[in-house]
């Protein structure tokens, strides 16, 4: 699933970031990235049509560059960037249009509908704590993370042509992005293959709440007659698996 290309852009500038601050720093420092998959949990993972909190959200993607800079023997500042999406289970998530919708929806084969993905974007800035089981050699790390969430909310979209009226029936968000304050949970695995270079294994929570209103509205020309506002709340919560490499500078 394509990402957006803003956050694509963001994604590389950060590390571009990342790596220039480990070239200056004056001392350990260790510069990482991984990839993975996103798997929503919760709320977030539910399709319960009669939940306006459930994400109806599915398996998907997540990116992390990350860069480290080790203030005690077992303990670093780190800061990170964070991408995940996760597409959205457009079948399911059709039933809560119509549910929506209540005696409104039409039972016609050419209803429309335009639904996406989930997708976050987060700056970050946290500790971790290293502890090592073979030391020099195999370390587990935990980290603690907060920032700011940027997120995409996805299309959810529905559009029906009422010939007989002549008027559009139209169902959609009214916001496109947000921003939240987000929670980031990892703990993982590195090992040393040589002096310089390390791989990865990492297991992550990532929680925030987004919040957006969805109408519902009949359109003819410039008149607008709405029919049902909902103010969605929806928890977001996914685990993450990931791997990758760390370079130590």
Sequence with gaps: MPMDRSFVQFALLTGWLLFAMGVGAQGPFRVGISMGQVYPAGSFRSTDT???AAGYA??????NVD??????????LSARFHFGN???DGKEYTGWLKNNLGSSFPANDTVLYDITFWQWAVPLIGLKYHHPLVRHTLYVDAGLFSGISFNQIPYQNLRYYDKENERYLISENRERNTLTLPVLLTVGLRYSINKTLE???EAGWFGTKLSY????YY???EAIEEIVK????????AFSASIGLVYRL
């Design 67 to 76: 860069g480290d800079y080790q203030i005690r023997e077992r303990l670093s």
């Design 199 to 201: 791989i990865k294994a």
């Design 230 to 237: 909902t103010n969605r709340n929806i928890p977001v919560s």
């Design 50 to 52: 009669g939940n306006d």
């Design 58 to 63: 599915q398996t998907g993607f997540t990116l």
């Design 213 to 216: 209103e969805h109408v519902a």
């Design 86 to 88: 996760a597409p959205i």
């Design 219 to 221: 359109a003819k020309g």
